[in-house]
């Protein structure tokens, strides 16, 4: 990767733009449509800081007109990038970035290298029929979304402002537009290597891999099969960040291989939602009438991206097709005990379980799926009956009994369950407590009711205020409070039987 050098004077942004220097032709230089009159909604101050943004001098309308891309910060080098993506199963060979820029890196106080992007900036050559615009609606969802997941401990993409451009998009009705500015670990997607596998030449492919492995894996970069090996640490994130997500109910909705990221965030966030009731066949997205990407199918739909990508870094991994596949075959099937491993450590976290007694057997596996299937038959709201079970650990199985309408099928699980505990403790005098349950099982999570009012206060009033009390409570997860329970309280059965998410587009 190559170093830009750095002007004397200390910019805003400290770009250092390494996609634009290292990959030419694998993207379009693009400048932000103007935007008529911008003011600023949001600004995530904390992220700006870990970024070593210095915004301290500048005020509300200058931020604004730079969120809004009419005063691009120095060094910024705009460019919309080319991918491709399989959408519901079908491929499209020519998407690419639509109504978002690349406007470059910079170096966090980590020393992680981090994209700066716009969304909702305008049209560029890859709109095809779009404006190139989004509504202030599903770009403050993306933030309120973004930064729960990070209280999470998701790893995630996350908003660093949002500003109101002044002028109407037109959907079904006319709506208030607005720009993202988004902070990635990257922007590279399954479907970038899709796009270059599909339209360009070998050794463009095997640029992209370079480029990501340096980025992602540096640690591969000497190593002689590491294309295979970055195939394979793709996979293992993507493993670990699908079983965080089964864990806290979460459902992408938009699980194109154009949505799933290399580095392993949550990416793209258009209709997605946290699951109340649990429901493994549940499915918000108005668009995905068949399921497709519905709670459950998550970590096989994984996979199935993951193979998309194998099949484009074929001719990387051995010239010899036969050997090529039976190598990605290998990481490939070995990705469901992956996902298995993760899935289950975090279960036992939630459990308050350490495995102890044997971690290779499937008996707490077996006590997790039995508690789900508890959840499903009696349609429990899953964040507060995780939340409760600590609380049961604690001594205290009154609130958890609450959730249950009968009490038959819980007391037995509940001895199940004590059993298992007393079984590890008699190994251990340190097994996981309430307290060490509660750091996994969130009391908070973005309800979907209280999103709604969120959004709807923003674009329909003009009102921030309902936005900001969300953002501010969901900074917290773990910890209960009685002065944000309203936040906590589930949806009522009619609301989730209505809702649906729609793509911001
Ligand atoms: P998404 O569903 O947001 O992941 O987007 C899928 C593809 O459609 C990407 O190539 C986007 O850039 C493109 N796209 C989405 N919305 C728009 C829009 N309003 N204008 C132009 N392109 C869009
Ligand atoms: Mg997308």
């Not at 990705?335 to 939630?350: D, E, I, N, S």
């Not at 959840?375 to 939340?387: E, G, K, P, S």
């Not at 009994?401 to 199940?416: K, P, S």
């Not at 501010?472 to 989730?496: I, K, Q, S, V, W």
Request: include cysteine; proline fraction near 7%.
């Amino acid at each position: 990767m190559t170093l830009t050098d750095k002007p004397m004077s200390s910019p805003l942004f400290p770009f250092d733009n390494t996609y634009v220097s290292d990959l030419p032709g694998f993207y379009a230089p693009c400048r932000p449509a103007r935007a008529p009159a911008p003011s600023l909604l949001f600004l995530n101050r904390g992220l700006a800081e870990a970024l070593r943004l210095d915004l301290a001098g500048q005020d509300d309308a200058a931020l604004a007109a730079m969120f809004a891309g009419n005063a691009l910060p120095e060094g910024a080098q705009p460019i919309a990038q080319a991918y491709a993506g399989h959408q519901f199963g079908h491929f499209s060979p020519q998407l690419g970035d639509g109504r978002a820029l690349l406007l470059g890196e910079v170096v966090d106080r980590h020393g992680r290298r981090r994209d700066i992007a716009l969304k909702g900036s305008g049209r560029t050559p890859f709109s095809r029929n779009g404006d190139g615009k989004a509504a202030l609606g599903p770009m403050l969802r993306e933030v309120l979304i973004g930064e729960a997941m990070h209280a999470l401990g998701i790893p995630t993409s996350r908003a660093l402002a949002v500003v109101a451009t002044g002028a109407p998009v037109q959907r079904e009705r006319p709506l208030p537009g607005a720009i993202l500015t988004r902070v990635a670990a990257s922007h590279l997607r399954v479907g970038t290597f899709q796009y270059f596998a599909a339209h360009g030449t070998p050794d463009q492919v095997r640029q992209l891999a370079d480029y990501a492995i340096a980025r992602h894996d540096p640690d591969l970069a000497d190593s002689a099969d590491r294309y295979l090996g970055f195939l394979r640490a793709v996979a293992e994130r993507q493993a670990a960040l699908v079983a965080q997500w089964m864990h806290v109910g979460f459902i992408h909705g938009v699980m194109n291989t154009d949505n799933m990221s290399i580095p392993g965030e949550t990416i793209d966030y258009g209709p997605c939602a946290f699951m109340e009731a649990f429901d493994p066949g549940a499915v918000f997205s108005s668009i995905d009438e068949g399921g497709r990407y519905a709670y459950a199918e998550q970590p096989r739909i994984a996979r199935w991206n993951l193979t998309r990508l194998a099949e484009a870094l074929l001719p990387l991994i051995d010239p010899q097709e036969g050997r090529a596949i039976a190598l990605a075959s290998e990481v490939l099937d070995a990705f469901p005990t992956r996902y298995r491993q993760h899935w289950l450590a975090g279960l036992r976290a939630k459990l308050g379980l350490r495995g102890l007694v044997d971690p290779s057997d499937n008996a707490d596996a077996a006590l997790g799926e039995s508690w789900l299937d508890l959840l499903h038959a009696r349609r429990v709201d899953y964040t507060l009956a995780w939340r409760r079970l600590a609380d049961a650990a604690a001594g205290d199985e009154a609130p958890l009994r609450a959730l249950f309408a009968g009490q038959a099928g819980l007391d037995r699980w509940l001895q199940r369950w004590r059993e298992r505990r007393a079984a590890e403790d008699a190994g251990a005098s340190d097994a996981p407590g309430a307290e060490a349950m509660r750091r996994v099982n969130p009391w908070l999570i973005p309800r979907n009711h209280r999103v709604e009012e969120a959004l709807e206060a923003a674009s329909e009033q003009g009102d921030l205020a309902p936005f900001e009390h969300l953002l501010h409570a969901l900074r917290r997860p773990f910890e209960e409070d009685p002065a944000r329970a309203r936040y906590a309280e589930p949806a009522t059965g009619e609301f989730m039987a209505e809702f649906r998410t729609f793509c911001g587009t």
